[in-house]
Nanobody, 111 residues
């Protein structure tokens, strides 16, 4: 079974940074296309970043230049480095692999 577990969220001040991690198992991780998505209260799910099976990355306009997605294939872990965080980045963040979505981690940006 595919299992995805996100961690690393927390409360941070505007302008701060966080690094989210997603531990993956049950898939061929090094060639797995992965996504980070977020859902703020009362809003729909928004894909913020993707990494293809060949390592090509894409970002939503709202996070471009501030977030970086990466994979550690040796440890089956997906990362999302988030810099210069803004209050509008506040959301529950999930990692996903096709239809599989792990339990999320809450990110709150507030002074």
């Amino acid at each position: 079974d595919v299992q995805l577990q996100a961690s690393g969220g927390g409360l941070v001040q505007p302008g701060g940074s966080l690094r989210l991690s997603c531990a993956a198992s049950g898939l061929t991780f090094d060639i797995a296309p992965m996504k980070w998505a977020r859902q703020a209260p009362g809003k729909g799910l928004e894909v913020v970043s993707m990494i293809s099976n060949t390592g090509i990355t894409n970002y939503a306009d709202a996070v471009k230049g501030r977030f970086t997605i990466s994979k550690d294939n040796a440890n089956n872990t997906l990362y999302l480095q988030m810099n210069n965080l803004k209050p509008e980045d506040t959301a529950m963040y999930h990692c996903s692999y096709f239809r599989f979505r792990g339990q999320g981690t809450q990110v709150t940006v507030s002074s």
